[in-house]
Protein backbone atom coordinates (compact mmCIF):
# COMPACT_ATOMS: atom_id res chain seq x y z
CA UNK A 1 0.00 0.00 0.00
CA UNK A 2 1.24 3.12 -1.25
CA UNK A 3 1.83 5.43 1.86
CA UNK A 4 0.46 9.13 1.94
CA UNK A 5 2.80 12.11 2.69
CA UNK A 6 2.04 14.55 5.25
CA UNK A 7 1.14 17.10 3.05
CA UNK A 8 -1.89 14.74 1.29
CA UNK A 9 -3.02 13.88 5.10
CA UNK A 10 -3.40 17.50 5.64
CA UNK A 11 -5.29 18.81 3.01
CA UNK A 12 -7.78 15.64 3.25
CA UNK A 13 -7.71 16.56 7.12
CA UNK A 14 -8.62 20.04 6.15
CA UNK A 15 -11.27 19.09 3.75
CA UNK A 16 -13.35 16.88 6.78
CA UNK A 17 -13.45 19.91 8.55
CA UNK A 18 -14.53 22.17 5.61
CA UNK A 19 -17.10 19.49 4.82
CA UNK A 20 -18.50 18.60 8.48
CA UNK A 21 -18.07 22.83 9.90
CA UNK A 22 -19.69 24.15 6.18
CA UNK A 23 -22.06 21.46 4.31
CA UNK A 24 -23.93 20.13 6.98
CA UNK A 25 -26.83 21.65 8.74
CA UNK A 26 -26.31 22.78 12.91
CA UNK A 27 -27.46 20.24 14.72
CA UNK A 28 -28.44 22.67 17.61
CA UNK A 29 -31.29 21.68 19.66
CA UNK A 30 -34.38 24.21 19.64
CA UNK A 31 -37.14 23.61 22.09
CA UNK A 32 -39.52 25.31 19.94
CA UNK A 33 -40.10 27.51 17.23
CA UNK A 34 -41.85 30.48 17.80
CA UNK A 35 -45.39 30.43 18.13
CA UNK A 36 -48.68 33.21 16.94
CA UNK A 37 -51.58 31.12 17.85
CA UNK A 38 -53.99 30.65 14.73
CA UNK A 39 -51.53 31.62 12.10
CA UNK A 40 -50.19 29.62 9.59
CA UNK A 41 -46.36 30.09 7.82
CA UNK A 42 -46.05 32.23 4.51
CA UNK A 43 -42.38 31.61 3.71
CA UNK A 44 -39.16 33.61 3.34
CA UNK A 45 -40.30 35.16 0.46
CA UNK A 46 -43.36 36.50 1.10
CA UNK A 47 -41.40 38.40 4.25
CA UNK A 48 -38.58 39.78 1.73
CA UNK A 49 -41.85 41.61 -0.20
CA UNK A 50 -41.90 44.15 3.09
CA UNK A 51 -39.18 43.59 4.53
CA UNK A 52 -35.97 43.31 1.08
CA UNK A 53 -33.16 44.71 3.20
CA UNK A 54 -33.55 42.44 6.26
CA UNK A 55 -34.12 39.08 4.26
CA UNK A 56 -31.82 39.93 1.13
CA UNK A 57 -28.42 39.03 3.83
CA UNK A 58 -30.52 36.83 5.32
CA UNK A 59 -30.52 34.09 3.17
CA UNK A 60 -26.93 33.38 3.28
CA UNK A 61 -27.49 32.96 7.57
CA UNK A 62 -26.89 30.06 9.62
CA UNK A 63 -30.11 31.78 11.03
CA UNK A 64 -31.98 31.16 7.21
CA UNK A 65 -31.44 27.15 7.37
CA UNK A 66 -33.38 26.45 10.94
CA UNK A 67 -35.40 23.90 10.09
CA UNK A 68 -37.55 21.13 12.35
CA UNK A 69 -35.93 17.22 11.81
CA UNK A 70 -38.98 15.80 12.96
CA UNK A 71 -40.77 17.96 10.11
CA UNK A 72 -38.85 16.45 7.25
CA UNK A 73 -36.55 18.91 7.18
CA UNK A 74 -38.66 21.84 7.39
CA UNK A 75 -37.18 25.28 6.56
CA UNK A 76 -38.33 27.84 8.69
CA UNK A 77 -36.26 31.14 7.72
CA UNK A 78 -37.65 34.35 8.95
CA UNK A 79 -40.76 32.63 11.31
CA UNK A 80 -38.35 30.46 13.28
CA UNK A 81 -38.08 33.50 15.09
CA UNK A 82 -40.30 35.55 14.46
CA UNK A 83 -43.96 33.15 14.11
CA UNK A 84 -45.94 32.33 11.32
CA UNK A 85 -47.01 35.46 9.49
CA UNK A 86 -50.27 34.94 7.72
CA UNK A 87 -52.05 36.52 10.92
CA UNK A 88 -49.17 39.89 10.14
CA UNK A 89 -49.82 39.81 6.21
CA UNK A 90 -53.77 39.71 6.52
CA UNK A 91 -53.45 42.94 8.83
CA UNK A 92 -50.97 44.71 6.32
CA UNK A 93 -48.07 44.38 8.66
CA UNK A 94 -46.92 47.28 11.35
CA UNK A 95 -44.83 46.54 14.66
CA UNK A 96 -46.05 44.54 17.15
CA UNK A 97 -49.07 43.39 15.08
CA UNK A 98 -49.39 39.86 15.19
CA UNK A 99 -45.38 38.73 14.73
CA UNK A 100 -43.01 38.39 17.75
CA UNK A 101 -39.87 40.84 18.25
CA UNK A 102 -36.99 39.40 19.94
CA UNK A 103 -35.74 42.39 20.32
CA UNK A 104 -38.71 42.94 23.39
CA UNK A 105 -38.40 39.71 24.16
CA UNK A 106 -35.15 37.30 23.73
CA UNK A 107 -37.47 33.98 24.55
CA UNK A 108 -37.50 33.84 20.95
CA UNK A 109 -33.04 33.85 20.71
CA UNK A 110 -33.33 30.95 23.85
CA UNK A 111 -35.27 28.42 22.14
CA UNK A 112 -31.87 27.37 20.30
CA UNK A 113 -29.25 29.36 22.58
CA UNK A 114 -29.87 27.36 25.96
CA UNK A 115 -26.57 27.92 27.09
CA UNK A 116 -26.63 31.68 26.50
CA UNK A 117 -29.83 32.06 28.51
CA UNK A 118 -27.97 29.95 31.80
CA UNK A 119 -25.05 32.66 31.35
CA UNK A 120 -27.60 34.90 31.95
CA UNK A 121 -28.80 33.26 34.98
CA UNK A 122 -25.18 33.91 36.35
CA UNK A 123 -24.21 36.42 39.27
CA UNK A 124 -22.36 38.51 36.79
CA UNK A 125 -24.32 38.98 33.31
CA UNK A 126 -25.06 41.53 31.00
CA UNK A 127 -28.77 42.55 32.01
CA UNK A 128 -31.07 41.27 29.10
CA UNK A 129 -32.55 39.44 32.16
CA UNK A 130 -33.59 43.03 33.80
CA UNK A 131 -34.55 44.28 29.83
CA UNK A 132 -31.77 47.24 30.33
CA UNK A 133 -30.19 45.68 26.90
CA UNK A 134 -31.37 42.89 24.52
CA UNK A 135 -29.43 40.38 21.94
CA UNK A 136 -29.88 42.82 19.46
CA UNK A 137 -27.69 45.86 21.03
CA UNK A 138 -24.73 43.46 20.32
CA UNK A 139 -26.10 41.42 17.61
CA UNK A 140 -27.80 41.59 14.16
CA UNK A 141 -29.59 38.44 13.34
CA UNK A 142 -29.82 39.44 10.09
CA UNK A 143 -26.50 39.97 8.74
CA UNK A 144 -22.73 40.45 8.84
CA UNK A 145 -21.86 39.26 12.21
CA UNK A 146 -23.59 35.71 12.22
CA UNK A 147 -22.03 34.41 8.84
CA UNK A 148 -18.87 35.96 9.00
CA UNK A 149 -15.81 33.63 9.98
CA UNK A 150 -15.10 34.01 13.54
CA UNK A 151 -11.24 35.32 13.35
CA UNK A 152 -12.92 38.48 11.30
CA UNK A 153 -15.10 39.17 13.40
CA UNK A 154 -12.54 40.19 16.41
CA UNK A 155 -12.79 44.07 15.39
CA UNK A 156 -16.55 44.18 15.06
CA UNK A 157 -16.33 42.46 18.96
CA UNK A 158 -14.39 45.20 20.16
CA UNK A 159 -16.92 47.50 18.61
CA UNK A 160 -19.74 46.51 20.37
CA UNK A 161 -18.22 46.68 23.40
CA UNK A 162 -17.03 50.46 23.04
CA UNK A 163 -20.50 51.10 22.26
CA UNK A 164 -21.01 50.99 26.15
CA UNK A 165 -17.84 50.49 27.88
CA UNK A 166 -16.28 53.71 26.26
CA UNK A 167 -13.89 54.67 29.14
CA UNK A 168 -12.37 50.87 28.71
CA UNK A 169 -11.78 51.40 25.11
CA UNK A 170 -10.72 54.78 25.07
CA UNK A 171 -7.02 55.09 23.67
CA UNK A 172 -3.67 55.00 26.11
CA UNK A 173 0.10 56.56 26.01
CA UNK A 174 0.62 52.81 27.42
CA UNK A 175 -1.55 50.45 25.66
CA UNK A 176 -2.34 46.87 26.96
CA UNK A 177 -1.96 44.36 24.11
CA UNK A 178 -4.45 41.85 25.42
CA UNK A 179 -7.12 44.72 24.44
CA UNK A 180 -6.11 44.17 20.90
CA UNK A 181 -7.16 40.54 21.12
CA UNK A 182 -10.16 41.66 21.78
CA UNK A 183 -12.92 42.13 24.90
CA UNK A 184 -13.73 38.10 25.26
CA UNK A 185 -9.93 37.13 25.57
CA UNK A 186 -10.59 38.61 29.35
CA UNK A 187 -14.31 38.89 29.81
CA UNK A 188 -16.77 36.47 29.24
CA UNK A 189 -19.76 38.70 27.21
CA UNK A 190 -23.02 37.03 28.71
CA UNK A 191 -22.26 36.17 32.10
CA UNK A 192 -19.66 34.43 34.57
CA UNK A 193 -19.23 33.75 37.92
CA UNK A 194 -16.66 36.38 38.61
CA UNK A 195 -16.77 39.74 38.94
CA UNK A 196 -16.42 41.83 35.93
CA UNK A 197 -17.62 39.22 33.85
CA UNK A 198 -13.93 37.59 34.08
CA UNK A 199 -12.92 34.35 32.60
CA UNK A 200 -10.74 33.77 35.60
CA UNK A 201 -11.03 36.09 39.27
CA UNK A 202 -7.21 35.16 40.05
CA UNK A 203 -3.60 35.85 38.83
CA UNK A 204 -3.96 32.86 36.31
CA UNK A 205 -5.74 35.27 34.20
CA UNK A 206 -2.35 37.14 33.30
CA UNK A 207 -0.07 34.63 34.10
CA UNK A 208 -1.37 32.80 30.65
CA UNK A 209 0.14 35.71 29.19
CA UNK A 210 2.72 37.44 31.52
CA UNK A 211 4.62 34.49 33.01
CA UNK A 212 8.13 33.74 32.67
CA UNK A 213 9.16 31.08 34.81
CA UNK A 214 12.61 30.35 35.48
CA UNK A 215 12.76 27.41 38.02
CA UNK A 216 10.01 25.56 40.21
CA UNK A 217 8.99 28.28 42.86
CA UNK A 218 10.17 31.31 41.09
CA UNK A 219 8.03 33.23 38.91
CA UNK A 220 9.84 36.53 36.96
CA UNK A 221 7.32 38.66 34.60
CA UNK A 222 9.55 40.93 32.46
CA UNK A 223 12.38 41.97 34.49
CA UNK A 224 11.63 41.58 37.96
CA UNK A 225 10.76 38.52 39.85
CA UNK A 226 6.95 38.57 40.84
CA UNK A 227 7.18 35.08 43.31
CA UNK A 228 6.29 37.02 46.84
CA UNK A 229 4.14 39.61 44.80
CA UNK A 230 1.97 37.23 43.76
CA UNK A 231 0.74 36.21 47.43
CA UNK A 232 0.01 39.95 47.80
CA UNK A 233 -3.69 39.31 45.43
CA UNK A 234 -4.84 40.03 41.87
CA UNK A 235 -2.17 41.81 39.53
CA UNK A 236 -5.00 44.03 39.15
CA UNK A 237 -6.51 44.77 42.61
CA UNK A 238 -3.63 44.81 44.96
CA UNK A 239 -2.04 47.60 44.30
CA UNK A 240 -0.36 47.12 41.11
CA UNK A 241 -1.44 46.69 37.75
CA UNK A 242 -4.44 48.90 38.46
CA UNK A 243 -4.86 49.81 34.73
CA UNK A 244 -6.12 47.09 33.28
CA UNK A 245 -7.07 48.73 29.74
CA UNK A 246 -4.09 50.93 29.62
CA UNK A 247 -2.73 53.87 31.18
CA UNK A 248 -1.44 57.35 30.18
CA UNK A 249 0.79 57.80 32.46
CA UNK A 250 2.91 54.30 33.44
CA UNK A 251 4.27 52.12 31.26
CA UNK A 252 3.01 49.25 34.09
CA UNK A 253 -0.30 50.00 33.63
CA UNK A 254 -0.80 52.30 37.00
CA UNK A 255 -3.16 55.02 37.35
Known amino acids: MKKLSFSAILAAYIFMIFVFSCGAPSERLMVQPAAIGGAEPVGMETCASCHEDEVKNFKYT ?10 DREILGCEACHGAGSLHLEVGGGKGQFIINPKK ?19 YHHPVRERRVNCTNCHDPHGEDIYKAKGMRMGRENEVCMQCHREQSSPRVFEHEA ?9 RPHGSINDKMLVENDNNLCLKCHAQIAMPGSVTIGDFSHTTRLAEGRCWSAGCHTAVHGSNINPHLRY
Open 179 to 187: VRDGCTFCH
Open 62 to 71: AHARVFIAED
Open 105 to 123: DPEACYQCHLEIKAAFNLQ
